[in-house]
Structures are given as structure tokens and as C-alpha cells.
Nanobody
Framework: QVQLVESGGGLVQPGGSLKLSCGVSGFTSDYYAIGWFRQAPGKEREGISCISNWDGSTNYAEESMKARFTISRDTAKDTVYLEVKNLKPEDTAVYYC??????????????????WGQGTQVTVSS
């Protein structure tokens, strides 16, 4: 059974940085992708970035996100990370990781994902 477990959220001051983790388990093939998403109160869930487990290639929902968001992985630990720098109050949201069974170039689209973690809260406030 596929399981995704996020961690690393918390309260951060504006301008600070955070590194979120997504522990991945249960896949029987290597062709999946892991994506990071967020959902702010009253807003739709939006994709940020995703990474293919097969070759480590990455995609971002918007080019502008590359400036502050970095997705990476540690294959030995079966963990995918999302580093966020220069945090702003508008980054406050629940951050989720999700998995797409067969990786596609648009693994940052919520509708493409097959499994979801429970989410981790990130609050940016002074």
C-alpha cells in the first residue's frame, strides 16, 4: 500500500526558509512521480513542483516558482524534499505531497495524482 508522509511544517517568520520532507513507501515499480502541492484557506489546491523517481527529472507548475522553491530527493531514504526560501505570508497553507503512479510531464497537476499525504501546515507570520 502506497503511503506518503509529510513533515517539516511549522511557524516561520517572513524571509525565512523551510525544508519539507515527504517519506514515500509502498511502490512496487520505479516509474512514479512525487509532487508538492499547497492549499491556502479558501483557495484551490495548487501544484508547485514534481520529480520523477525514474530519472530525477523535475517540473515546476510555473517558471517563477523556481526562484523560491526547490524540489529534490534522496533515493537512499525514499524521501522527496521541498525547500522554500524567502517565505512570505501568502505562502501560508497546508502543503501536501502526492504521487502519480506513472510519471508524466504534468505531475504538478492535482488531478493527475493517485495518492496523497495528510499534509503539513506552514504558517508564515511575524
Amino acid at each position: 500500500q502506497v503511503q506518503l508522509v509529510e513533515s517539516g511544517g511549522g511557524l516561520v517568520q517572513p524571509g525565512g526558509s523551510l525544508k519539507l520532507s515527504c517519506g514515500v513507501s509502498g511502490f512496487t515499480s520505479d516509474y512514479y512521480a512525487i509532487g508538492w502541492f499547497r492549499q491556502a484557506p479558501g483557495k484551490e489546491r495548487e501544484g508547485i513542483s514534481c520529480i520523477s523517481n525514474w530519472d530525477g527529472s523535475t517540473n515546476y507548475a510555473e517558471e517563477s516558482m523556481k526562484a523560491r522553491f526547490t524540489i529534490s530527493r534522496d533515493t537512499a531514504k525514499d524521501t522527496v524534499y521541498l525547500e522554500v526560501k524567502n517565505l512570505k505570508p501568502e505562502d501560508t497553507a497546508v502543503y501536501y505531497c502526492a504521487a502519480e503512479r506513472i510519471a508524466t510531464l504534468r505531475c504538478y497537476l492535482p488531478r493527475n495524482m493517485d495518492y496523497w499525504g495528510q499534509g503539513t501546515q506552514v504558517t508564515v507570520s511575524s
